[in-house]
């Protein structure tokens, strides 16, 4: 078993890229066996405590105040909300919670109120994650002093490949809140989108710029866009699967102790292709009817598809919480 590498080439991840279906799958298996049980599954539950009118101009997202996407803003949940919801993902075999936040970045008063919630989640037992956008250090350090368990900011694409799709802020902005959050001792859940026009080229490049931290993200989601109708990439041309699930086997491949997980997207995707996926060395799911607006499959049809494939969910982290 070697230790994980952070001088990865866009070479390098080209050529895995490109390499023969099976043989690329082999590799990630064994990268996959050796730092993780591959019968096993980490399951998030995702919950929009802040939805929409964000300022942002993120041409995937629903939630920008850009696009008449039909969707329902709703300002921050109370803190008894939040916490139902993670006692109902809780009963329902999730093991970490995600509160998402359609922000640019949080505002002090916000922050204090968002700090509670990680404070009630994790007292719960759960682990904790926030996506609320770009924080400074302070808040990072504030977001860890409340117990914050990880904290969710996506690269997306590759920077060349970032001012297509967002002009309201820069890559090196996200490259700075992952610094911070990283400084303050957070664990970092960071990937991408596939499916939004990108070459192959691309989405080395995404994971070869992850692969280079520092430290690898501890969590590397790979979500397929979700194309919904009002944005500006409703009608963006699908991606090969095949090509979807050579990107998962690339990231386990460069990031050997990440959970890689197979985001969003799932609900049009067949069992069949989920298993490809989880062969892949994905080993992490999005859990539970929705993501922040659109559907994901519900919880009966991932139960049953762990159950037909032998596979078990992670079990609770322990010691966790109360
Ligand atoms: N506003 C914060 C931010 O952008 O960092 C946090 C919430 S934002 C919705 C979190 C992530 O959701 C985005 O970075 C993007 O990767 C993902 N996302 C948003 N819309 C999506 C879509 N239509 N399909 C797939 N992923 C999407
Ligand atoms: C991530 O990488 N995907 C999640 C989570 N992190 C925050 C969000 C997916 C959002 C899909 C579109 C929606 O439901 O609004
Ligand atoms: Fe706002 Fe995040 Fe959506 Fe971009 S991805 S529009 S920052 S909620």
Not at 113 to 134: D, F, H, N, Q
Not at 272 to 296: M, V
């Amino acid at each position: 078993m070697h230790e994980p590498r952070h001088d990865w080439t866009l070479a390098e991840a080209e050529a895995l890229y490109a390499l023969p279906f099976p043989e690329l799958l082999f590799r990630a298996q064994q990268v996959h066996r050796a730092w993780h049980d591959p019968a096993e599954v980490q399951m998030s539950t995702l919950l929009s405590i802040k939805t929409g009118a964000c300022p942002e101009d993120c041409a995937y997202c629903p939630q920008s105040v850009r696009f008449e996407t039909g969707l329902a803003n709703e300002p921050l949940l109370p803190l008894e909300t939040v916490l139902e919801r993670a006692r109902a993902a809780r009963a329902a075999g999730a093991t970490r919670f995600c509160m998402g936040a359609a922000w640019r970045s949080p505002k002090a008063r916000d922050l204090d109120k968002v700090a509670a919630m990680v404070r009630g989640v994790r007292a719960l037992g759960l682990e904790t994650c926030v996506t609320l956008g770009m924080l400074s250090d302070s808040q990072a350090r504030a977001l860890k002093d409340a117990g914050l368990d990880y904290y969710n900011h996506n690269l997306d694409t590759s920077e060349e490949y970032y001012r297509e799709i967002i002009s309201t802020r820069r890559y090196q902005d996200r490259l700075d809140t992952l610094a911070a959050v990283r400084a303050a001792g957070l664990n970092v859940c960071c990937g991408g989108i596939i499916g939004m026009g990108e070459s192959p080229r691309d989405r080395a490049q995404l994971l070869v710029t992850l692969a280079r931290l520092p430290a690898h993200p501890e969590s590397v989601p790979i979500n397929q866009l979700v194309r919904v109708p009002g944005t500006p990439l409703a009608d963006a041309a699908p991606v090969d699967p095949f090509d979807f699930i050579r990107t998962i086997a690339v990231a386990r491949i460069m990031m050997p102790r990440a959970q890689v997980r197979l985001s969003a997207g799932r609900e049009g995707m067949s069992d069949e292709l989920q298993a490809l996926a989880l062969l892949a060395g994905a080993n992490s799911i999005f859990y539970g009817e929705k993501l922040l607006t659109t559907g994901n499959p519900d919880v009966a049809r991932d139960q049953a598809l762990l159950a037909r494939l032998g596979m078990r969910p992670e079990a609770a982290v322990p010691g966790h919480g109360a």
